[in-house]
């Protein structure tokens, strides 16, 4: 009996987290233009909309730009920090690993509310570059853990053996070591997109007009009528997500260990 | 000659610590750092401030004072005017922030004075305004001083300092930040409690089923997770709103329609669905790693089950549990976006605040002030974390 009730409410915990997703994924293909079923029929005029319009397709352009900048930032600061983390020990370790993971955890209210203060005199308020700073800050503690989670799976000695046949520490780390981590780095770059993708607060208060990333430019819509063109927007994201996870689980296949 | 491998390793997270440094550091230093410094009053009242130094603060201090606020205004509307610097504005702007009337008395003060008069300044100055007879304005000038106050940290808590400087709760009426801080606990407090109550059953489940259905349920919390935040709040607003989903379904019963958007109930549901997936992993982590022999055993020694629930099963998953309750309230805390959506005005937390008063009413010093009381929050929580679980991402999601 008790396994049953516990399938009952498992299975319902997992329907409530799906439904809301999976209700509005339909309204985004409406030929009517209001937010609610039965539809009257089916139409792709929404995704035209979201496509032909001014301030849509730059959003969704202006994502992928920001999100794949910061990103690469992010991978190319965070890669070698991990490397070192992974083999430093002690009060050192202890203190570069806060430093580096305190993005995880400081709410993002107090990160936007300072970038705005702190950008607005070296004139990055309302630029790309600000942005993929404050993006790429957002997104580093996930590229190191999830390397440094790679890096567990990696043998030490190797680095020692490449040393021993004549190969400097670049080389050991570029030819010998970067080849079996690459899906943990691949994931942590995807890791760092997803959460630009996401970001919606710094975005809020430091994005002019000409950066407005697509969950920027959907809280817009959401604050005024809801339109079916937002609904279009949320379904293209969830695709985008939904892609971003697979990609992720690929890579953790790959990964060694 | 090599590099010794600590001081490599140290060089190769140079790049990064610099640039979180520059980016990330930096800026909230400095801008928590207005919680606590006041600088605006300091360059236009040097003269009153170092006059009140010693002044008790009972009643309205002596003409030494009025004679130095003269000097001072005369002095600051010549800077105003030769540089536009517009420094009687900003310090009026700060001390409206401690006293309201502030703003239109300063300016219109020092215009006043201006033209050379007979007589002492103490008779002339409350000629202009009966204000300036009352110490507490006084008090608002001394307090404002700088370099250093406690002006924003005391009022993020509903406290502020008679000109006499005793810390004094302000009233009833003007209480403010007391009930957002409360609410802001409550509502992460209860959001954590219904995560706990519904992450359960699922996280058992995902952690003892194998093939297929044990998959489908890990992608059914996984794929909410990876989903933008802004994309679930949109969804729970089409559900519940006046014309939304819910509300046709209840028609259809003949129930309604109901006003389920912009209240606690909204926010309180999306919360918990946004934020579901960071208690059931850690969950799944924990009952994975429960050695199953041992509940076995102790049903096997003739523990009903209600106790080896109790004695067994959850101690050992004490860690992995606490892990997940404060990894969700640690967000919930700092919850900016759905509450601004689904919420009414009062359903607001401590986020919107800090970003209404840096945006909308320009003082920094009361946004740093909450930014403070929210870290130290979030601080705590991060401390019994690290304290149970280890700084590891939990459930390698």
């Known amino acids: 009996m008790g396994r049953g009730l516990i399938w009952a409410a498992g299975v319902l915990v ?63 600061l965070g890669v070698p920090a991990a490397f070192a983390l992974w083999r430093l020990r002690g009060a050192l370790r202890a203190v570069v690993l806060g430093v580096v993971l305190a993005p995880m955890v400081v709410p993002v209210i107090v990160v936007a509310v300072a970038l705005l203060l702190a950008f607005g005199p070296v004139g990055l308020v309302a630029t790309h570059a600000g942005m993929i700073v404050a993006h790429a800050a957002l997104g580093v503690p996930f590229v190191v853990v999830t390397v440094l989670a790679s890096l567990e799976g990696f043998d030490a000695v190797q680095l020692r053996a490449a040393a021993a046949c004549g190969a400097g520490p670049v080389r050991a780390f570029l030819r010998v070591c970067l080849p079996q981590i690459a899906p943990g780095v691949a994931a942590g770059a995807v890791f760092a997109f997803a959460t630009s993708l996401d970001e919606v607060v710094v975005a809020l208060f430091i994005a002019g007009p000409a950066q407005r990333t697509l969950p920027r430019q959907m809280f817009a819509g959401l604050n005024d009528t809801i339109s079916l063109t937002t609904a279009a927007a949320a379904a293209m994201l969830v695709v985008v997500s939904v892609v971003l996870l697979l990609v992720v689980g690929w890579l953790r296949r790959r990964a060694p260990g | 000659m090599r590099a010794s491998p600590r001081l490599a390793s140290a060089l190769l997270t140079a790049p990064l610590l610099l640039f979180l440094m520059l980016s990330f550091v930096a800026p909230i230093g400095a801008f928590l750092w207005r919680a606590v410094s006041d600088t605006e009053v ?63 008395l300063l300016p219109m003060t020092a215009r006043r004075v201006e033209a050379p008069f007979e007589g002492p300044a103490r008779a002339a100055v409350l000629a202009i305004s009966e204000e300036w007879g009352d110490a507490e304005t ?79 349920l890990l992608g059914a919390v996984l794929l909410p997770f990876w989903i933008s935040l802004v994309v679930r709040t949109a969804a729970w607003m089409v559900l519940l709103q006046r014309e939304g989903v819910v509300n046709a379904a209840l028609g259809g019963l003949g129930i309604g329609p109901l006003p389920l958007m912009m209240n606690r109930f909204a926010v309180v549901l999306a919360m918990v669905h946004i934020l579901l ?121």
Do not use: K
């Open chain 1, 14 to 76: 997992a329907a409530f987290l799906l439904a809301p997703i999976l209700a509005i994924l339909p309204l985004s293909f409406s030929a009517g233009s209001f937010l609610f079923y039965p539809l009257p029929g089916l139409s792709l005029r929404w995704y035209r909309d979201f496509f032909g319009s001014d301030f849509w397709l730059p959003a969704l352009w202006n994502s992928l730009v920001i999100g794949g900048a910061a990103a690469g930032l992010a991978t190319v």
């Open chain 2, 42 to 104: 300091a360059p236009v009242l040097p003269r009153t401030i170092a006059a009140l130094a010693a002044w008790d603060g009972t009643v309205a201090p002596d003409e030494a004072a009025f004679a130095a606020l003269v000097e001072d205004l005369r002095a600051a509307r010549e800077r105003d005017r030769a540089g536009g610097a517009g420094g009687i504005a900003r310090a009026a702007s700060r001390l409206n922030a401690d006293r309201p009337g502030f703003r239109g």
């Open chain 2, 138 to 216: 006084w008090g608002a000038i001394r307090r404002a001083g700088g370099p250093l106050s406690s002006f924003h940290v005391l009022a993020a808590l509903d406290l502020r300092q008679d000109a006499a400087g005793r810390v004094r709760a302000v009233p009833e009426d003007q209480r403010v930040f007391g009930t957002v801080l409360a609410r802001s606990l409550w509502i992460s407090l209860l959001v954590t409690g219904a995560c706990l109550a519904l992450g359960w059953p699922l996280a058992w489940l995902i952690a003892t089923t194998r093939g297929w259905a044990g998959t489908l």
């Open chain 2, 277 to 397: 997936p960071f208690m059931v992993l850690p969950l799944v982590a924990a009952f994975r790693g429960l050695d199953p022999a041992l509940p076995r055993a102790a049903a096997s020694l003739g523990a009903p089950p209600w106790r080896v629930f109790r004695r067994v099963t959850l101690p050992l998953c004490l860690p992995g549990i606490a892990a997940g309750c404060i990894l969700v309230f640690i967000q919930a805390l700092g919850f900016y976006v759905t509450p601004a959506l689904l919420g009414g005005p009062s359903d607001q937390m401590l986020a919107w605040f800090v970003g209404f008063y840096a945006t909308r009413s320009v003082n920094w010093g009361l946004a740093a002030a909450l930014s403070l009381l929210l870290l130290v929050a979030v601080g705590v929580c991060v401390a019994l974390y690290g304290r149970l679980a280890g700084f590891r991402r939990p459930g390698a999601a």
